[in-house]
């Protein structure tokens, strides 16, 4: 049953340090914590479930099948957790993670869990630097989990080496650091725009973008789970609705305006993110029934045939909104592929957002459908450069900033 107090969800596999575990566990209780106990069956067998559940004056999890009231306990697990470490974590288990195996009780919970992971890894040394445990923590990087590094040191194995769990009080700090921020959008409201928008030349033909809206859609569940209430306003996209979010799906951007117009006017948004790529035109008009090139468009032998498409100017939802934004931070995106600073900060003082966030899309290994990313945030204090970042810590990171600002 998810409580009002933050609760950490503590992971313990099986390796011979997961007696830290403990010590974790109580320093995570001493700054307010509540901890749950999720064990793998082999961590039962360092460590017994009864020291776990004396000490966090709870039920152990660790059967698939919950004897009593709870019929489905990784999913109450999972939505009891506001953040999910595993410590120690096994190579064993991390790379069942990077591959969605869920064949016990915790590998099940980290896959239903919406809450932020963080993994603190212990294993022998060769285990630690054998590519496949590389490639997995990588995986995982990527998909935004939080990996503590484990020490260079002398190991339960007798080796030397890096493998030896992280400090206890680093875990728990990063731990706690997380928690901090795992509800600072409490009582805020969020309106988000994200996708391409589509300008219909007639049924089947539109101008539109290959953004694929993930950034934004990402923004509005990483939101929410921080306590915000969010409206994301979509352009057409194959992503599924953000768990919490109130999605509204348009298809253009006179519809994406009017939407975001409304949302604004009713719910009066702390705060306003601006990720779709809102098509700049649209045509005049749009054809009801397909257009035929026999007839309507220019015929295919003829080379020097031009067909004219006639466009208008679409809104700029950004602009008129950051006109009437009263105490809404406004935040807007620029894509660049060229003079990326000059650019973004000139589309900073033109649009009258508070920030922008700037990416310059000439690099082929960046930008639309990268996981990867690099922005710079600008504002009138500065710009800041993130580096090259997962799509989700970029989205965490641009949250925080946020969340700095509001009053
Ligand atoms: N934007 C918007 N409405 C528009 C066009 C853009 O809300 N009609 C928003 C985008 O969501 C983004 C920001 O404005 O946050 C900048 O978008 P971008 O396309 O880079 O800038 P434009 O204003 O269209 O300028 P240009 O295309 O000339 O670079």
Redesign the pocket.
Known sequence: MKTNEPTVLLGVTGCIAAYKACEVLRLLQKAGARVKVVMTPTGAEFVTPATFRALSQNEVALAMIAEHDEPIHHISLAQEADVFLIAPATANTINKLAAGIADNLLTTTALATEAPLIIAPAMNVHMWRDPATQAALATLIARGVQIIEPEEGYLACGEEGEGKLADVQTIAQSTLAELNRSQDYAGRRVLI?AGATREHIDPVRFISSPASGRTGYLLAGQAARRGAEVWLVSGPTELPDPFGVNVLRVTS?DQMNQACQEVFSAQKPDVAV???????FKPVTTASQKLKKGTDLPAREATDAVMKLELAL??????SIAERKGQCFVV?????SENLLD?ALA?LRA?GADLIVANDISDPNLGFASELNRWQLLSSSGAEDTGILSKQALVGLLLDRIASKLN
């Open positions: 725009t951007a601006f990720s779709a790529a809102v098509a700049d679409n809104p700029d939802i950004l602009f807007g995106f620029a894509a660049e650019n589309k649009k």
